[in-house]
């Protein structure tokens, strides 16, 4: 049999059972664990609004972003991972779609749970063809999911809202900083630089935050590689 993208089918069905406990997993999170944050949100007396907010942040936090922190360790190629992102992305699109969204944490005025599955999956497939590591990848995915999931849970606790203030933007910077730093020093400016791009507003984070980070880490790689060997 051909291999698909140059990599053996060999490889994809040895990783199939792992991603097949992952799929599930987000399932979970997603069908259950986030339902569960809404409603206790709801119960500590958040808005709907907010209750909402702290459910996509439990998906960012233990969907998104745990799988991607797993990945290099546990995968070997690109394609299981995306398939899997692409997958729970057309989940997360019907219900917007059919007008029967996931109330919990699906709001009616943007498609930013459905941008967040595809800017995974896409980031994640096409950088590991520069970088059989993942970590070219998963750091702007990082980012994205812990980076502004901790800006939001920040901001959300003070405000009891989605807005953008400074204390949130202080949080995600030294969380991406953290992160950044296992691809050295460009990580870190990196992290920082998507710090403030995610303070823009009126624009979807969740394309922009891994955009930004993945250039800087991208230019870093081919150009400067020594400042992208990491700090721990």
Request: aromatic share 16%; charged share 15%; net charge positive.
């Given at each position: 049999?051909?291999?698909?993208?140059?990599?053996?089918?060999?490889t994809?069905?040895?990783?199939?059972?792992?991603?097949?406990?992952?799929?599930?997993?987000?399932?979970?999170?997603?069908?259950?664990?986030?339902?569960?944050?809404?409603?206790?949100?709801?119960?500590?007396?958040?808005?709907?609004?907010?209750?909402?907010?702290?459910?996509?942040?439990?998906?960012?936090?233990?969907?998104g972003?745990?799988?991607?922190?797993?990945?290099?360790?546990?995968?070997?190629?690109?394609?299981?991972?995306?398939?899997?992102?692409f997958?729970?992305?057309?989940?997360?699109?019907?219900p917007?779609?059919?007008?029967?969204r996931?109330?919990?944490?699906?709001?009616?005025e943007?498609l930013y749970?459905?941008?967040?599955?595809?800017?995974w999956?896409?980031?994640?497939?096409?950088?590991?063809?520069?970088?059989?590591?993942?970590?070219?990848?998963?750091?702007?995915?990082?980012?994205?999911?812990?980076?502004?999931?901790?800006?939001?849970?920040?901001?959300?606790l003070?405000?009891?809202?989605?807005t953008?203030?400074?204390?949130?933007?202080?949080?995600?910077?030294?969380?991406?900083?953290?992160?950044?730093?296992?691809?050295?020093?460009?990580?870190?400016?990196?992290?920082?630089?998507?710090?403030?791009?995610?303070?823009?507003?009126?624009?979807?984070d969740?394309?922009?935050?891994?955009?930004?980070?993945l250039?800087?880490l991208?230019?870093?790689?081919?150009?400067?590689?020594?400042?992208?060997v990491?700090?721990?």
């Amino acid at each position: 049999m051909l291999p698909l993208f140059q990599i053996s089918w060999e490889t994809i069905w040895a990783d199939l059972p792992i991603f097949a406990v992952l799929a599930v997993w987000n399932l979970f999170v997603i069908l259950v664990l986030s339902k569960k944050a809404y409603e206790f949100a709801l119960k500590k007396g958040r808005s709907i609004n907010s209750s909402m907010y702290f459910s996509r942040k439990v998906i960012h936090f233990l969907a998104g972003g745990l799988t991607a922190m797993l990945l290099p360790f546990i995968a070997h190629e690109p394609i299981l991972p995306a398939a899997t992102a692409f997958g729970l992305a057309l989940m997360t699109y019907l219900p917007h779609k059919l007008n029967r969204r996931m109330y919990w944490f699906q709001d009616p005025e943007n498609l930013y749970d459905v941008d967040f599955t595809l800017s995974w999956g896409l980031v994640v497939f096409f950088t590991w063809f520069i970088d059989r590591s993942f970590w070219l990848g998963v750091i702007p995915v990082l980012f994205m999911a812990y980076g502004d999931g901790i800006t939001g849970i920040i901001r959300n606790l003070k405000y009891n809202k989605r807005t953008k203030a400074w204390e949130g933007t202080a949080g995600m910077l030294v969380l991406c900083v953290i992160i950044g730093a296992k691809m050295g020093f460009a990580g870190i400016f990196a992290g920082i630089v998507c710090s403030f791009v995610e303070r823009i507003e009126n624009i979807d984070d969740n394309f922009t935050v891994p955009a930004s980070g993945l250039l800087i880490l991208l230019a870093a790689h081919y150009y400067f590689p020594s400042l992208t060997v990491s700090l721990y």
